[in-house]
């Protein structure tokens, strides 16, 4: 992404549009000038800049046309995030898919089995898996020492009902980013999600 001024000491910011542009068609750029003529507004727009600041401006200007356009970052970084959510309760993984998807894009995945969710996470690249401890087919904290080798860039979360030390520092060991005691409440792993995801880039707000 480039801010770039209208005004420049030896060229015009229209025709430094253009060729950046022209190099690129898919270079993302904001432009921050002085200058409010609409005709000139209008040119650049039509050049492919995807927001206009005029000056003066304040910072949440800046803040603002980066969350409006950040999908379009996130999309040439990769797409999408893709989450996993393993739980036996199915209440559980419905909930927090419900949760997830009225506030952000995102390709999410739910199972409710062990076995299945090591097979998903074995064929996926998942950004973050959220893995409930106790589960039918195969334990969470089994998985996640399964699939961690392969899968590095996996921020792995535990959900549980059993909260014991022991429990907690062998999921720490594993190199969990965090765990979350049950009953869940979807806000709080929800900003812990966010955080993750804006950190990788990849926190897209649902339209």
């Known amino acids: 992404m480039l801010f770039r001024s209208m005004v420049l000491p030896d060229k015009d910011g229209l025709e430094v549009l253009k060729e950046i542009k022209a190099k690129d068609a898919n270079n993302i750029v904001i432009i921050v000038s002085s200058k409010t003529d609409d005709k000139i507004i209008k040119t650049a727009k039509e050049l492919g800049a995807i927001e206009y600041i ?4 304040f910072r949440e200007s800046i803040r603002t046309a980066l969350s409006n356009n950040l999908y379009r970052i996130t999309a040439q970084d990769g797409g999408k995030p893709k989450i996993l959510i393993v739980d036996d309760e199915e209440e559980i993984c419905y909930s927090l898919n ?57 921020a792995f979360i535990t959900v549980t009902g059993y909260g014991s030390q022991e429990l907690i520092q062998k999921a720490r060991e594993l190199g969990i980013v965090d765990y979350f005691r049950k009953p869940v409440k979807p806000e709080e792993i929800f900003a812990k999600l966010k955080s993750i995801l804006i950190a990788r880039g990849k926190y897209i707000v649902k339209k």
């Open 54 to 57: 005029t000056k003066p401006f």
């Open 98 to 154: 419900k949760y997830f998807n009225r506030r952000i894009e995102a390709d999410t995945v739910l199972t409710f089995d062990g076995e299945q969710a090591l097979d998903l996470i074995s064929k996926n690249k998942f950004d973050v898996v959220f893995m409930d401890i106790n589960l039918p087919g195969k334990d969470g904290l089994s998985i996640i020492e399964e699939a961690r080798p392969n899968n590095k860039h996996t």
